[in-house]
Every structure is written in C-alpha cells, then in structure tokens.
C-alpha cells in the first residue's frame, strides 16, 4: 500500500478484547451477561438507574484491572512517528487507547470515565462510582449525574469532525468492529465515496467486510502491529 498523508481509523469491541474486555457480538448480544436493552437505552436507565448504574460502576472499576494491548501500543507509536495525520475515532468506552499513548482520541460513543449531568449538560472526568445520590458540580442537581456513554438511540458525540476527517483522509482503516451499529458502520462508504482506500482488520469477516477494498482477518494484536510497521516503513 502506497503510504498515505492522512490515516483514520476506526476501533471497536475487537481491539480491546484480548485485554480482556468482553465484545458483544461475541458473547450473543451480552455485554458482561446483560442484553443491550436492559443497560444501554435512556429507557432502561429511567426505569432501574440503580441496575444501570451498579453495571458502568462495575465496568469502570474493571478498567483499573486491565491492561492496553500490543494493538493499542502499535496506534500509539503510530501517532508519534508517522509522518502525516492521524485520527483514531473509537466507538470504545474503555481508556485503553490513551494508555496505549494515543493522544486527543475521539470518543463517539462516550466514556467510562466520564460522567454527564441530565439536568445541565455538563461533562466531566469522573473515574469513582456514580449513584442515584450523585450531584453535578456545576448545577448542584442530586441525580443529575449519570455514565457520559452513548445510549442507543442517543447521537453520538463529535459527528461533525468526524465526518470532516473521514471525507479528508486518504486511507480508512476499521479496527475489530462488527459493522452493525450506525453511524460508525457507514463510514467505510463516506471514505470510499470521497476516494479513500479502505482497510479493515478483524478476527473473522464483518458484516461491513465487502465494503472495504482490502481486510485481513486475524487477532488485533498481531494484525495492528504489522499494519502499523508497514505504515512506518
Ligand atoms: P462488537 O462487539 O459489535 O464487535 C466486535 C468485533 O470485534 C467483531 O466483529 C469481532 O469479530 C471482532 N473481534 C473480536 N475479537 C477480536 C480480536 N482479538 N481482534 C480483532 N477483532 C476482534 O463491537 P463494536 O463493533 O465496537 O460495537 C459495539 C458497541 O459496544 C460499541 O458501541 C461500543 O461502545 C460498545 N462496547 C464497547 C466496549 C469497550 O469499550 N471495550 C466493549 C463492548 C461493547
């Protein structure tokens, strides 16, 4: 492959699971024995906020037990020595890339660490657990607080630079995503309409795998190591 001036890329599930951090495809649309529906809806969180939140408090003091991977290092070594741009959207909630040394990663679909009050708005780092009891340091509301993930049906963060970047880039790579949940899915077509290679490493054929130009299949962290030793050739 030719070497590219501006590389996006695209994480999912995949990239993090041989840290130890369960996909949901995988485990039959569970994610840690849960269906989707019951932890990861604005509905499911209106009717039982104590179950919701016992579940992202338990993710969140799950991460301290993890550690990034040998596909999480390669992103980070790429960002430092790649001559050219590079944009790492990830639809992960896991801090795994910024461990990995990867700088200003784009969250879509929010984070962990993170917590957003519903009364106001307001974002923050935020990495102990949250309860129905939790108050928002800005508007002082009790319960305000809640996981700052992106829920189904929810729009996912930074679209508008996302788009930017994928419309920009020369080479779109997808990394260990099953390419079944939009937006992030389309995006291989919006690279492609915009004349973009297209590349996509996963364990086994996705479900947006004829999309992409070329894919190789494999576990990330062998597969990411090698693409980024290409890429610094
Ligand atoms: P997904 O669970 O739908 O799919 C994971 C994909 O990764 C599958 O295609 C699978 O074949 C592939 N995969 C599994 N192990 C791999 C490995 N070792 N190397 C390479 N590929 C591997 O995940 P998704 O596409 O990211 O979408 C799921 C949604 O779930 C996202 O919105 C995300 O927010 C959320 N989620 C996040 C985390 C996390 O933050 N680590 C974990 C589970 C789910």
Not at 29 to 39: A, D, K, M, T, Y
Not at 54 to 70: D, G, S, T
Not at 82 to 91: A, H, Y
Not at 187 to 202: C, D, G, I, P, S
Request: proline fraction near 6%.
């Amino acid at each position: 492959m030719a070497h590219p001036k501006h590389i996006v890329i695209l994480t999912g599930a995949g990239i993090s699971a041989e840290s130890g951090i369960d996909t949901f495809r995988d485990a039959g649309g569970l994610w840690e024995n849960h269906p989707i529906e019951q932890v990861a809806t604005p509905q499911a969180f209106a009717a039982d906020p104590v179950l919701v939140h016992r579940f992202y408090n338990l993710r969140r003091a799950a991460l301290k037990k993890v550690e990034p991977n040998a596909a999480h290092l390669a992103l980070g070594r790429l960002q430092d020595e790649f001559d050219g741009e590079v944009t790492l959207i990830t639809q992960n909630v896991d801090d795994l890339h910024e461990r990995g040394g990867f700088r200003n990663v784009i969250h879509m679909h929010g984070e962990l660490n993170s917590a957003l009050c519903s009364a106001c708005g307001h974002r923050w780092e935020y990495r102990e657990d949250l309860s129905i009891t939790s108050i928002c340091p800005a508007c002082q509301t009790a319960g305000g607080p809640r996981p700052d993930i992106v829920w189904f049906g929810e729009m996912p963060y930074a679209m508008n630079s996302i788009e930017r970047a994928v419309k920009a880039c020369d080479l779109f790579v997808s990394i260990g995503t099953s390419g079944a949940v939009y937006p992030a899915a389309g995006f291989v077509q919006l690279a492609h309409a915009y004349r973009a290679k297209t590349l996509e490493l996963n364990l086994e054929p996705s479900q947006g795998s004829a999309m992409f130009a070329e894919s190789r299949l494999g576990p990330a962290t062998q597969l990411v190591p090698d693409w980024v030793a290409e890429m610094l050739d």
